[in-house]
């Protein structure tokens, strides 16, 4: 079963008017994955307190890329609003956990430049699938001392303001990419790792060491070497199946609820659903939030065929 709830979107901040209430008790009483589509900051409020075992998400990284919304996170004019807006948005996340959930977060750097395009950092010049991004004329940060060309340390940042929010900072996890991005620097090794980070709402909380071993058996390691998926989804930004899957086996049992707030192309409702697990997604844009629907019951057709 799949819902999807679209708000009429109002100006910053202004919310949407989604019947979440009585729509997402009934949801939520089988297996469903359901978006939300509006801004999160927003949305999350309206979601009940203390019905998410576990969040699994990797918010958009500043200055890389354009998600095509006026609200969108990632477009702000500093590394540093991008920070406050992710703390905002997680205390909307910490709300809705249980006392004994937890959340994992992917979030990617980038590099302070003057002038100029790369792959990443407020410059960035990015393919998807309709346009070419247009170049965003910045200039270095005027903060925490950036240089240009620094590498600006958001993950860390980010998870450092988190955990003086309240967070508890409990592990950090390099996500090993199999078949990075390549790049053509001369000057510093090629990057080929993300971070991810697990947070808890509180000292005592769930977490099943036994969901997930390495092949030998033994408790996972804090680095994952994960290749990319073999996908057509439309989206300039989809992260490995196999990395969400030990996130919500790790975090949670089935029928948890599981969720996302920066849902993109769905991987973490995809993988939810196939763990015998609910979920909410919350997007921005409503197209992305089609190709989530259009994803999410391709691929549970998909595993029902014998």
Same mark, same amino acid.
């Given at each position: 079963m799949f819902n999807i709830i679209i708000g009429q979107e109002t100006s910053r901040f202004g919310g949407c008017s989604l019947a979440v209430g009585d729509l997402m008790q009934k949801a939520l009483a089988s297996n469903t994955v359901q978006v939300l589509v509006g801004d999160n900051r927003q949305v999350l409020r309206q979601i009940e307190p203390g019905i998410v075992q576990c969040c699994v998400t990797s918010p958009p990284y500043w200055g890389l890329r354009d998600?095509?919304?006026?609200?969108?996170?990632?477009?702000?004019?500093?590394?540093?609003?991008?920070?406050?807006? =992710?703390?905002?948005?997680?205390?909307? #996340?910490r709300r *809705? +956990?249980?006392?004994? /959930?937890?959340?994992?977060?992917?979030?990617?750097?980038?590099?302070?430049?003057?002038?100029?395009?790369?792959?990443?950092?407020?410059?960035a010049?990015?393919?998807?699938?309709?346009?070419?991004?247009?170049?965003r004329n910045?200039?270095?940060?005027?903060?925490?001392?950036?240089?240009?060309?620094? =590498?600006?340390?958001?993950?860390?940042? #980010?998870?450092? *303001? +988190?955990?003086?929010? /309240?967070w508890l900072l409990?592990?950090?996890?390099?996500?090993?990419?199999k078949a990075p991005m390549p790049e053509?620097?001369?000057?510093?090794?090629?990057?080929?790792?993300?971070?991810?980070?697990?947070?808890?709402?509180?000292?005592?909380?769930?977490?099943?060491?036994?969901?997930?071993?390495?092949?030998?058996?033994?408790?996972?390691?804090?680095?994952?070497?994960?290749g990319p998926d073999s996908s057509s989804v439309p989206h300039p930004a989809v992260f490995p199946r196999e990395l969400a899957r030990r996130c919500i086996l790790l975090g949670s049992q089935p029928g948890d609820v599981i969720l996302d707030p920066f849902s993109g192309s769905g991987t973490t409702g995809v993988v939810a659903a196939r763990s015998n697990r609910r979920a909410i997604l919350v997007e921005l844009n409503p197209v992305y939030a089609r190709q989530s629907r259009l994803r999410i019951n391709q691929d549970l057709q998909l595993t029902m065929i014998p």
């Open positions: 998600y095509d919304h006026v609200d969108q996170i990632g477009a702000e004019s500093s590394p540093e609003a991008y920070v406050s807006n =992710l703390v905002m948005v997680f205390q909307g #996340v *809705a +956990l249980r006392d004994n /959930g937890t959340l994992w977060l992917n979030v990617g750097d980038g590099y302070a430049r003057n002038g100029g395009t790369g792959r990443s950092g407020p410059n010049l990015v393919g998807n699938t309709k346009k070419l991004l247009q170049q910045c200039k270095v940060p005027n903060c925490w001392g950036l240089k240009d060309r620094d =590498l600006m340390g958001l993950p860390w940042r #980010v998870a450092f *303001a +988190l955990q003086e929010d /309240g409990r592990s950090k996890i390099t996500w090993i990419k053509s620097v001369k000057n510093r090794p090629s990057n080929a790792t993300e971070d991810i980070f697990l947070f808890a709402k509180n000292p005592s909380y769930y977490y099943d060491n036994q969901a997930a071993r390495e092949a030998s058996g033994a408790n996972l390691r804090n680095y994952w070497i994960l």
